[in-house]
């Protein structure tokens, strides 16, 4: 048939042909985001956060002043008793928060346990299994026949990665976790409790932290290969300049100025969390929610999910076609006639 | 040290309300990203010859997809069976891509007996699903293009009392498979009298017949008084009376797209004289719309159909159902 597209190039000149004929007059291509952006705020959105770190490196309270309302497992949880875990478990906490109309379901995965025991190793298992649970859940619904329209997602979109502020290097757990999980999550490594560094040794304690990242291949976010553009890439090399933050958490207030400010108070003076000169959490906060928080996603979705779908489709091939759920088997080399039902 | 100095050495990255997280940006980084995709867009047109289809289409688009159209003489038209021209125009307009595309489908109702003219049209409508699916399923999912039709517009004659059985034949064999907006051609045939006559008569015979046509969402209640008056008038002007225009006629000391009478001037782009504006208002604010019934609706309508089914994917190979069973194994499947 005579189906194959023939291009032309034009530019559409509707502005010539305002008229005053009311709402009729002038409709251009704009109103197409409008109502994209309108429908987007209608449904909300899903986001999902992993903390991971050992106890007492203010984890909870740094979700907490991130979301500026009590999210963590911590301020939610009835008859809460700070204690070592003897093994790493995984619990979430969901609330949906709403900003200028737009609401967010929030999900805080929190992993304690995480290099809490006196051998910490394989501590890290459980967390790669949750995170490719969430990814098998989506795949087994996008996979079905009556699918959802709205695949719930419960795939976790950021790891917020805990460094203790000992300023020397990155500790051998530390490399096994980012190496391992920068395969199959967006890693964002963090140097927690700050205040505990001055600024000279903050910058000493990045660089080297950055030169380890380099030497062992770890891979954060944002993830060099996945810049879009020069646009993209000139943003994001900033952000790779000044990662990891070094940051400080709380959910207190003090006057300052006759302002109110959220810090921590010591006898000689007030971290104030929220000041750049202080500490980096407002960039921290700038990057996972106001500028970077649906390329999160979409990298979670686009390139994790596409990874770890590959991998199981591949597998499941694999495995013989008596059990393969909807998959294609390629025509060519294997154009066998046996598998027509299961 | 005072406010003043700190503001000054540009420590507070934002002087704000206490209590905002910054969230709320989030549609805005949406809709950065869409604007850096751009769109797709696939528009079907259907109906006999000589209804102004290609005119409106140029018309709507402000473009030319057919510059050097020969109009086929009977002798022709006779052997023709229907055809499908698929042509793709990118619009941009304030930094945002539009890639359009027209599927037209000439020499549908040209023959003696049009029994089976929609046979080709609705395999055409099949095999773009189909071929979603296929790239879908697949391994590198990085740039599907989506070419399933999100619209169709259904011309018809003005000169009838309404429906006719080929209308309806064709309507409902392709309601479940994509959007129909039915829209009545070649308007400047009827008096205002005789269009709002015929739009009531059309509408009964969709209701009387089953057909299911494209119904645009009503506006939602926090929408500005302005759209939501507009989407009302939208809504009782259906099925749109139009016409369409090529050239430029001089009226009233200006230039205006019309036809030219010698008993006047039909203005396109007047809404008094025709719907095209209300039209083109509503392809373009329901666009997303369109497209979201299209993947919602029509497009997982034919994919449970043909995952039930199972068998041969046209020259790309098998897709094996998902039978009861394999799902509940997938659903105690565990990862060790």
């Not at chain 1, 928060?97 to 459980?126: A, H, R, S, Y």
């Amino acid at each position: 048939g005579g189906d194959t597209p023939r291009m032309g190039h034009f530019n559409s000149s509707l502005e010539d042909h305002t008229r005053d004929h009311g709402f009729f007059g002038y409709v251009g291509i704009e109103a197409v985001l409008d109502q994209m952006r309108h429908k987007a705020m209608k449904t909300g959105f899903e986001f999902n956060v992993m903390v991971v770190g050992q106890s007492g490196l203010g984890k909870s309270t740094l979700m907490n002043t991130l979301f500026k309302s009590k999210v963590s497992r911590k301020s939610c949880t009835p008859d809460y008793e700070e204690k070592i875990h003897k093994t790493v478990h995984l619990q979430s906490v969901s609330h949906v928060i709403e900003e200028k109309g737009v609401k967010m379901k929030l999900t805080i995965i929190d992993t304690p346990g995480f290099g809490d025991q006196i051998n910490n190793e394989n501590c890290w298992d459980p967390i790669e299994k949750y995170i490719n649970v969430q990814y098998e859940e989506y795949l087994k619904e996008e996979l079905s026949i009556n699918r959802k329209r709205r695949i719930p997602d419960t795939r976790v979109h950021c790891c917020v990665y805990f460094l203790p502020p000992s300023g020397h290097w990155l500790r051998p757990i530390d490399v096994e976790f980012m190496k391992r999980l920068g395969k199959i999550v967006n890693i964002v490594p963090v140097i927690a409790k700050a205040d505990t560094l001055t600024i000279e040794e903050r910058l000493e304690f990045r660089d080297r932290i950055k030169r380890d990242l380099e030497a062992y291949e770890i891979s954060v976010y944002p993830q060099k290969e996945y810049d879009q553009d020069v646009e993209d890439q000139i943003l994001n090399d900033k952000i790779r300049e000044k990662i990891p933050f070094a940051v400080v958490g709380t959910d207190k207030e003090h006057q300052v100025n006759g302002n109110k400010i959220l810090g921590r108070k010591t006898k000689w003076g007030i971290i104030e969390v929220e000041n750049v000169a202080h500490c980096e959490f407002s960039d921290l906060r700038d990057l996972l929610i106001r500028s970077h928080l649906q390329d999160l996603k979409d990298i979670t979705h686009n390139i994790h999910y596409e990874t770890y779908r590959v991998r199981r489709l591949n597998e499941i091939k694999m495995n013989g076609i008596g059990l393969s759920p909807l998959m294609l088997v390629n025509s060519g080399s294997e154009k066998d006639d046996a598998g027509n039902h299961v | 040290m005072s406010q003043a100095e700190k503001l000054k050495q540009g420590q507070f990255t934002n002087p704000e309300t206490p209590g905002y997280v910054g969230f709320a940006n989030l549609p805005n980084q949406v809709h950065r990203k869409s604007v850096k995709k751009g769109f797709e867009f696939t528009l079907m047109v259907v109906g006999e010859s000589g209804l102004g289809k290609s005119t409106l289409i140029n018309s709507l688009f402000l473009t030319d997809l057919y510059p050097e159209r020969i109009i086929p003489g009977a002798a022709e038209k006779i052997e023709r069976t229907v055809q499908i021209e698929a042509s793709t125009v990118e619009i941009e307009e304030r930094g945002v891509k539009l890639r359009l595309t027209v599927v037209d489908t000439p020499g549908y109702g040209d023959a003696i007996n049009s029994q089976d003219c929609f046979s080709t049209i609705i395999a055409y409508i099949d095999d773009q699903f189909e071929r979603y699916l296929h790239d879908e399923s697949g391994l590198n999912r990085r740039h599907i293009v989506d070419n399933r039709v999100h619209c169709c517009f259904y011309f018809i004659s003005p000169l009838g009392h309404g429906l006719k059985p080929l209308d309806v034949q064709f309507m409902k064999a392709i309601h479940n498979k994509v959007n129909v907006v039915p829209v009545i051609a070649k308007a400047d045939t009827l008096t205002l009298r005789e269009r709002e006559r015929l739009k009531r008569r059309i509408l009964d015979e969709i209701d009387e017949h089953g057909i299911k046509i494209y119904h645009l969402p009503d506006a939602e209640s926090d929408e500005d008084e302005d759209f939501k008056e507009q989407t009302r008038i939208l809504k009782a002007s259906i099925p749109f009376a139009v016409v369409g225009s090529n050239q430029q006629i001089e009226a009233k000391g200006k230039k205006v797209r019309g036809r030219l009478y010698p008993w006047g001037v039909v203005e396109v782009e007047n809404p008094e004289h025709n719907d095209f504006l209300k039209l083109r208002t509503m392809l373009i604010t329901h666009m997303q719309d369109l497209q979201e019934v299209t993947q919602d609706l029509h497009y997982e309508n034919f994919r449970s159909e043909r995952l039930k089914r199972g068998g041969r994917l046209s020259s790309h190979g098998y897709i094996l159902p998902l039978s009861p069973a394999t799902v509940v194994h997938m659903k105690t499947q565990h990862l060790s």
